[in-house]
């Protein structure tokens, strides 16, 4: 549901370091139970797509 969100919203244009703050905001963990990065989010956009 997460991963569905993230896509979402870089598709319709939102910066990626605005997914990764409103995420840590929200209290939403990394695979590694880190804190998100916009750099994170992309790795994750392009090993999923």
Request: aromatic share 6%; charged share 25%.
């Amino acid at each position: 549901m997460i991963v569905r969100e993230i896509f979402d919203r870089a598709i319709s244009g939102e910066a990626l370091s605005h997914i990764a703050q409103d995420l840590n905001r929200h209290g939403v963990p990394t695979k590694q139970a880190g804190r998100w990065a916009a750099t994170y989010v992309k790795a994750m956009l392009r090993r999923t797509s």
